[in-house]
């Protein structure tokens, strides 16, 4: 059974950092590519961040290039999103992805999702 947990969600002022990770659990993890979406209250589910199988490659929206800092360690099953300089749109509940595509089949898996709170 596939497992995607994330932690490290909280409150925080603006300006401040968080870290969250994705800890994966019942998959070969370095066969996925690892993204980090978002919801915000009343607004579609968006992409955050994605690291390649490998970690050499990442992409990111404009709205937090610059800011966030996507990473993975395949030997501890996890990903990160490393969340700096946080703005009040940033906050949203945060989703950690896993998808992979083998002989035409497409396996994606969610996480529950962790909160993140930017206010003064």
């Known amino acids: 059974q596939v497992q995607l947990v994330e932690s490290g969600g909280g409150r925080v002022q603006p300006g401040g950092s968080l870290r969250l990770s994705c800890a994966a659990s019942?998959?070969?993890?370095?066969?996925?590519?690892m993204s980090w979406y978002r919801q915000a209250p009343g607004k579609e589910r968006e992409l955050v961040a994605t690291?390649?199988?490998?970690?050499?490659?990442?992409n990111y929206a404009d709205s937090v290039k610059g800011r966030f800092t996507i990473s993975r360690d395949n030997a501890k099953n996890t990903v990160y999103l490393q969340m700096s300089s946080l703005k009040p749109e940033d906050t949203a509940v945060y989703y950690c992805?896993?998808?992979?595509?083998?002989?035409?089949?497409?396996?994606?898996?969610w996480g529950q999702g962790t909160q993140v709170t930017v206010s003064s």
């Open positions: 019942g998959l070969t993890f370095s066969d996925y590519a």
């Open positions: 690291v390649a199988r490998a970690g050499g490659n990442t």
């Open positions: 992805n896993a998808v992979r595509s083998a002989w035409g089949l497409r396996y994606a898996y």
